[in-house]
C-alpha cells in the first residue's frame, strides 16, 4: 500500500498563474481532506471531500479555491490566480469510512509563489 | 468552536529524559484524539489514536492519555532518544465526524 500520494512535492507559480495540487488516498479510503500549513502556523483545515461530494468547505478561502474528488482519479486543490500569500505547504489526508479511523497523511505539497 | 492548545511550545530536554506533552481541547464532544509527529519540511506520522471511551493507548516507548470530561490529552515519552526531535501535534475530531482540528504542536529538541 503506497499511502497517501501527493504531488507534486513541490510547485513554482509566478503570481496570477494556477496551482494544480493531487492527492490520490490510501487504497481503501474514500475520504479526503485538505488542510494548508503557512510558514510558523499550524495545520488549517480547508475543506472535506467524498467521492463527487463536497461534504465540508468551511475553511476554504471564499475565492480562487477551489476542489474536487472525482468518481475517478486523485482529489484535486486547484488555486487560480496565486498571490504570494498561497505560498504554503498544503497537505493532503484520507481515512476510511468510520469515523472511528484515525487519518493518513501525505507528503505534502510545497507551494512557492514568485 | 472547537480550539485546541499545547503547552509548551517548545521542548528540550537531554537524552535519556522521560517528557510529558499537554494538550487541551476547549469543547469535550469528542469522536477520538490523534498525536502526530512532524519532521521538519516533511508530512505527518501518526503515533496514536484514541478513542473517547478509552484511556489511554501505548505504542512502544509512547503513551498517551485522555481525559475527555477535563478536556485533557498527554503525550508521555519515555527515555528520550535524540531520534525523537520534531514537532508533536495533538489533533481532535468532534462528534460529527470529518475533520481533525489541530493544536500549533509542541517543538522537541532531544540532545545527546
Known amino acids: 500500500n503506497a499511502g497517501v500520494m501527493q504531488n507534486p512535492r513541490h510547485l513554482v507559480r509566478r503570481r496570477g498563474q494556477e496551482a494544480r495540487l493531487r492527492c490520490s488516498p490510501m487504497k481503501g479510503h474514500s475520504h479526503v481532506y485538505w488542510y494548508r500549513q503557512l510558514p510558523e502556523e499550524g495545520l488549517k483545515f480547508m475543506v472535506y471531500?467524498?467521492?463527487?461530494?463536497?461534504?465540508?468547505e468551511s475553511g476554504m478561502p471564499k475565492e480562487r479555491f477551489s476542489a474536487e474528488f472525482p468518481k475517478e482519479g486523485p482529489s484535486i486543490l486547484r488555486i487560480q490566480q496565486v498571490v504570494r500569500g498561497d505560498s504554503a505547504a498544503y497537505f493532503c489526508?484520507?481515512?476510511?469510512?468510520?469515523?472511528?479511523?484515525?487519518?493518513?497523511f501525505g507528503s505534502g505539497t510545497r507551494l512557492t509563489v514568485v | 468552536k472547537q480550539e485546541v492548545t499545547q503547552i509548551p511550545a517548545a521542548l528540550s530536554v537531554p537524552e535519556g529524559e522521560n517528557l510529558v506533552l499537554n494538550c487541551s481541547f476547549t469543547?469535550?464532544?469528542?469522536?477520538?484524539l490523534q498525536w502526530f509527529r512532524q519532521d521538519p519540511g516533511k508530512g505527518l506520522t501518526s503515533l496514536l489514536l484514541i478513542q473517547s471511551s478509552q484511556r489511554e493507548q501505548t505504542s512502544g516507548r509512547l503513551n498517551a492519555s485522555l481525559d475527555k470530561s477535563s478536556g485533557r490529552s498527554t503525550l508521555y515519552i519515555a527515555a528520550s532518544q535524540p531520534g525523537d526531535s520534531a514537532t508533536y501535534l495533538c489533533?481532535?475530531?468532534?462528534?460529527?465526524?470529518?475533520?481533525?482540528?489541530f493544536g500549533q504542536g509542541t517543538e522537541l529538541s532531544v540532545k545527546p
Open positions: 469543547d469535550s464532544a469528542i469522536y477520538n
Open positions: 489526508a484520507s481515512s476510511r469510512d468510520s469515523f472511528a479511523y484515525g487519518y493518513t
Open positions: 471531500l467524498q467521492k463527487e461530494n463536497i461534504i465540508d
Open positions: 489533533a481532535v475530531r468532534g462528534n460529527q465526524g470529518g475533520k481533525l482540528i
